[in-house]
């Protein structure tokens, strides 16, 4: 009815400074009801070609002001969503099916610290200098903002990531068009109602909604976009690989995990067993530095994985805005039909299924009955070569196998095509820096998970990416360098 369709949120593409119509939409489900929640532009080349000529535009005024002056204004529009922050963190929740809970204290905190940290980082970057008396020669290195970054977000964490890419692209000096997920476009969309009061001048942040293989193709093959920055799966890299090829452009690749945790029997299990929990299905289990692949050392597996599942077992799905829930909604129908579909593998494959998805039943409060729901599911005996251990799931699902030896379990947990991260629980202090040394893997926390300090790079080995993101990794993604040789 038209009745209903006229409470439906509807988004525009943000350019020059202006929000403006499109001519066709896409549906945009909210994940925990199964209902159509808003729609979002289905953006093609020529909207793309208004935002980049609008970038373009825009980069000398804006690639010329001082780092101070860019500071500020990062701060700016740092306080603005921070000062909104419940009404971002509801919109993010409802969006993508993420608890109340994670958006409030995870997201979209995250998202703003994301323009302080970069707000301060640009103030303290210093170039080179070498001197060679003996020819009477000083060489120097100069940097500067490249142009037009295209950033391509993801529909997991959306704001989070969108804004881990818009504000070292901008405190550098670039302008941007970005492309956030077509299923999760509404924060993007909220942030650029702040981008005038901050100080933002126009065309610097200019937002382009759509599909990957409409409004993404179109960025990645625009030849004055010189610079992608994308976070999603390693699928669509190859594409933007292969279609950024003829214009030589730099890209940063932030793409999925395979994540192993490796339990020693030394382990703090009053630690290890919490903290596993959350690194397995936190998000729903939808973030790239998950764990999916659990090795217990023989000597605790039994105890471990009592333990475990007993915990798994206490995690509340249901209503993502209800506080006391744990484990929101996924994000599609597609997605949760796929997810499942690795577990129905397990059992065909003889593994066993010991809480969860298709063990358990799901008890959803009424208006969530068509959403797209999933109990934290865990595994135990499945083959190393299982799909399950060797693909990136991406839902509440977790495997857990037994392992003897520590040689034995640093081949297995390299036996995958990713490398992003990786957790070992060991209070052997010799034993967590030789394991760590051998992971191949960009990342390595012990005795924790996703505890980060943006100064230092992040980014995966092998299929999880290519390039390094971070303080100085950013940094010298976003300029270009230029070695100055003054003879005297």
Not at 4 to 31: M, R, T, W
Not at 117 to 122: D, E, G, H, K
Not at 372 to 397: H, N, R, W
Request: glycine content about 8%; aromatic content about 8%.
């Amino acid at each position: 009815t038209m009745a209903h369709s006229e409470a439906l949120l509807v988004l525009e593409n943000f350019i020059a400074g202006k929000f403006v119509p499109c001519s066709s939409y896409i549906d945009s489900y909210n994940p925990s009801t199964g209902d159509v929640y808003c729609r979002v532009p289905d953006s093609g080349k020529e909207e793309v070609e208004a935002a980049v000529k609008a970038a373009k535009a825009a980069f000398p005024i804006w690639s010329s002001k001082s780092p101070l002056e860019r500071s500020q204004i990062l701060n700016k529009l740092a306080d603005l969503i921070e000062h909104d922050l419940e009404a971002f963190a509801q919109a993010e929740s409802k969006d993508q099916g993420k608890t109340i809970t994670f958006a409030r204290t995870v997201d979209i905190p995250r998202a703003v610290y994301n323009f302080r940290f970069f707000a301060s980082s640009i103030l303290h970057h210093t170039t080179e200098c070498s001197e060679m008396a003996s020819v009477g020669c000083v060489h120097y290195t100069s940097r500067a903002p490249v142009g037009v970054a295209g950033l391509i977000s993801p529909w997991n964490l959306p704001l989070y990531l969108l804004t881990w890419k818009i504000a070292p692209a901008i405190a550098c000096g670039n302008t941007v068009v970005a492309k956030p997920s077509e299923m999760t476009s509404v924060t993007a969309w909220m942030m650029c109602k702040l981008l005038e009061k901050a100080g933002v001048p126009h065309g610097v942040v200019n937002v382009v909604f759509g599909t990957g293989a409409k409004a993404g193709e179109a960025l990645v093959c625009h030849p004055d976009v010189p610079l992608i920055s994308f976070t999603g799966s390693t699928l669509t890299a190859q594409r933007i690989t292969e279609k950024s090829a003829p214009h030589c452009k730099r890209l940063s690749l932030e793409l999925g995990g395979k994540n192993p945790a490796i339990v020693f029997d030394d382990a703090d299990l009053s630690q290890c067993i919490p903290t596993t929990l959350r690194s397995s299905f936190a998000n729903q289990g939808e973030i790239c530095l998950c764990t999916s692949r659990i090795f217990v050392q023989r000597g605790i597996y039994s105890e471990f994985l009592k333990r475990f599942v007993a915990e798994a077992k206490k995690w509340k799905v249901g209503n993502p805005s209800d506080p006391t829930v744990d484990v929101g909604a996924l994000i599609s129908k597609e997605h949760l039909e796929k997810v499942r579909s690795y577990v129905k593998k397990a059992q065909a494959e003889g593994a066993r299924v010991l809480c969860g998805e298709g063990v358990d039943s799901l008890a959803l409060p009424t208006g969530n009955q068509k959403g797209y729901f999933m109990l934290p599911t865990v595994i135990a005996e499945v083959k190393d070569e299982s799909c399950c251990m060797q693909e990136e799931i991406f839902g509440p699902v977790t495997c857990v196998v037994a392992f003897d030896t520590e040689d034995e379990v640093i081949g297995r947990a390299n036996g995958v095509k990713y490398g992003l991260a990786a957790t070992v629980w060991s209070s052997n202090v010799g034993r967590v820096h030789r394991v760590a040394r051998r992971l191949q893997s960009g990342l390595v926390w012990t005795n924790c998970w996703l505890i980060r300090d943006l100064n230092l790079p992040f980014g995966g080995m092998k299929a999880s990416g290519i390039g390094r993101e971070g303080a100085k990794d950013s940094y010298e993604f976003f300029t270009e360098v230029k070695t100055i040789t003054i003879k005297h």
